[in-house]
């Protein structure tokens, strides 16, 4: 996987369009050199009328000439920025798909250390950040540019040069604001955006544990939260206003000084005879389009700024390189049978202080299935995570069919998997769409079939909408036991070699999860399945039940056979029977 830099692929996306820039470019700067007429036709009007030269044939050349002046303008002007936006949405576009397509390729450890709130503001705010530069701020800066020189033109053209020098003395001191006030607003910048991202982090946290916020009757302290980061953020922004307004305000002030210049020391030519009326209405005129895209140049100089700050923080995001990634020439698997082999000495999490497994070793044929059971925190999980690969094992520890799950293409491998969480994961989007999530393709009977087997199916007809039925964030509007059955029709459904329920009978009762575990011994008769539960009915069918007690195998065998050795399991399972028969 290569890094992407959003600088060069700005770059990138400019060239391949630098045709359609050019012919947008061009437009706006046509425009500023026709509406710089304007004051030159108002000047020759009003010399006209000095002079008592005008007649009603004249008012009305005039009228059109100023009209036409106009509508040019607007034309020339509104191409070139219909253009200039339509470009800045679609690298808006293409920049918000390659972020999301690089998240995708991350490693599962990158997202133990990142807010997803933190990166929905940077997929949100810094990308609109640098599209507003991209095609708003291009627009403003070739507009000032060309406005500028297209003025100072007419101005040199209608006024002795003096006059214009005299009144732009002002105006030279405004490059020094730039530089002095720039840094200053794109640090203020920064810390704005860090604290929209603190309070996106907060929100999109509060929001997931809402119903445990309403059970415990905490919303006046998520409120009062949000409230402090809230509060931060207002404080940063008006440091970034102010710096921003002061900046902003310095060029006005130039102006007004530039001004008073130009009616002192023109008001006296004009007087003396050494100008014309309307050249001095005209330089006036010019004056104040001079002074218009210096303030442009200034807003668009903060935009880039801030614009710059977001392109350096997309850049350290796009720059992560996932922990784990396919071999350069991976080992192709013809057909996957399942057959699961784990040699494992030891296992431990980067950020931990001990290792989570430790001699872990055991063999299971395809088209058996595995028990894993065991206290909370023994390992379970982490044991399966590592056969797909989402925390990378050792070299040479797991294997499927025979080969180092690390010399297969993820692709193959995960392909090969059917995974279902504890939690029974759910997209806000319809039931049949979330089961169909195992296979894109799969027909509606064959979903309603799948369906039957996770014994959903009933409760999904009871729906208004059946399969149609809209879950909500989560499955928010189904229950937990739903949200696992839901899951489990899915993993049906892909019908993949290797079947990985992670504790996901948890939520449903002992019937339903009888009739599910008879459907996967039908269904599922040829392939391979490891179950994972703290309920041991789940797994007594196994062929093979390991046990594990702080991330070592402590015991292995049958379920007759661990009964028989009357250890760890054995307690479990009469525990368990007692809890049943008080029940």
């Known amino acids: 996987m290569v890094p992407v830099n959003p600088r060069t692929l700005l770059k990138q996306f400019m060239l391949e369009h630098k045709w359609a820039y050019i012919v947008s470019l061009l437009s706006i700067v046509l425009s500023e050199f026709v509406t710089v007429q304007f004051p030159n036709l108002l000047g020759q009007f009003t010399d006209l009328l000095q002079a008592h030269k005008m007649t009603p044939a004249l008012i009305l050349h005039y009228a059109i000439l100023l009209g036409a002046v106009g509508v040019l303008y607007v034309l020339l002007y509104g191409v070139g920025q219909l253009w200039n936006g339509t470009l800045g949405r679609r690298f808006e576009y293409i920049l918000r798909r390659r972020l999301f397509h690089h998240w995708e390729l991350l490693s599962t450890s990158y997202y133990r250390y990142r807010s997803i709130g933190d990166l929905l503001n940077h997929a949100m705010t810094d990308v609109r950040q640098v599209r507003e530069a991209l095609s708003g701020g291009l627009n403003i800066l070739t507009n000032a540019i060309f406005l500028l020189i297209a003025t100072l033109y007419m101005t040199l053209r209608t006024v ?16 020094v604001f730039v530089v002095w006030f720039g840094p200053k607003v794109r640090l203020a910048s920064k810390h704005v955006q860090e604290g929209l991202s603190d309070m996106a982090e907060l929100t999109e946290e509060s929001l997931s544990a809402v119903r445990l916020i309403k059970a415990t009757g905490n919303e006046e302290v998520e409120a009062g939260r949000f409230r402090l980061r809230v509060e931060e953020i ?3 922004q008006m440091t970034m206003f102010t710096r921003s307004a002061l900046f902003q305000s310095m060029i006005p002030l130039m102006g007004s000084i530039a001004f008073a210049i130009a009616l002192l020391y023109g008001g006296y030519l004009a007087l003396t005879g050494r100008i014309l009326l309307g050249s001095f209405v005209a330089f006036t005129l010019y004056l104040t ?3 218009q895209p210096l303030q442009q140049i200034g807003f668009v100089i903060n935009n ?8 350096a923080r997309l850049a350290v995001l796009l720059g992560e390189m996932p922990d784990i990634e396919s071999p350069e020439h991976p080992v192709e698997l013809p057909v996957v049978r399942g057959r699961v082999a784990v040699h494992l000495p030891t296992f431990q999490y980067a950020d931990a202080e001990e290792p989570t497994l430790t001699g872990v070793d055991f063999e299971l044929p395809a088209g058996q299935t595995l028990g894993i059971v065991g206290r909370t925190g023994s390992g379970k999980t982490t044991l399966v995570n590592l056969l797909p690969r989402m925390f990378d094992p050792p070299t040479g520890t797991f294997f499927l069919d025979g080969v180092d799950v690390r010399d297969l293409s993820l692709q193959t491998l995960r392909e090969a998997i059917s995974y279902v969480p504890q939690d029974g ?4 989007s319809t039931v049949a769409d979330n089961i169909r999530f195992g296979d894109e393709f799969a027909s509606s009977d064959e979903v309603a079939s799948a369906a039957r087997d996770a014994c959903i199916y009933d409760d999904v007809m009871s729906f208004p909408s059946g399969f149609d039925t809209v879950v909500g964030e989560r499955g928010v509007t189904l229950s937990g036991g739903q949200k696992q059955r839901t899951s489990i029709a899915r993993a049906l459904l892909k019908n993949a070699p290797i079947l990985i329920l992670d504790d996901s009978l948890s939520a449903v009762d002992m019937n339903t999860e ?3 575990l008879a459907a996967l011994e039908r269904r599922r008769a040829d392939k391979t399945n490891i179950i994972i539960s703290n309920r041991l009915s789940a797994v007594r069918h196994a062929h093979l039940i390991i046990v594990l007690e702080e991330g070592r195998v402590v015991e292995r065998g049958t379920h007759d056979e661990l009964l028989r050795h009357d250890g760890v399991y054995a307690k479990m399972y009469h525990l368990q029977e ?4 008080v029940g």
């Open 160 to 175: 002795p040069m003096e006059l214009t020098l005299y009144s732009i003395i002002p105006l030279l001191f405004v490059p």
């Open 234 to 236: 207002v404080r940063r």
């Open 289 to 291: 389009m001079l002074i």
């Open 304 to 311: 880039f700024q801030r614009a710059s700050a977001s392109l």
């Open 425 to 428: 994961f759910l997209f806000s």
């Open 514 to 516: 009888k009739r599910i």
């Open 578 to 581: 007692a809890e049943e028969a």
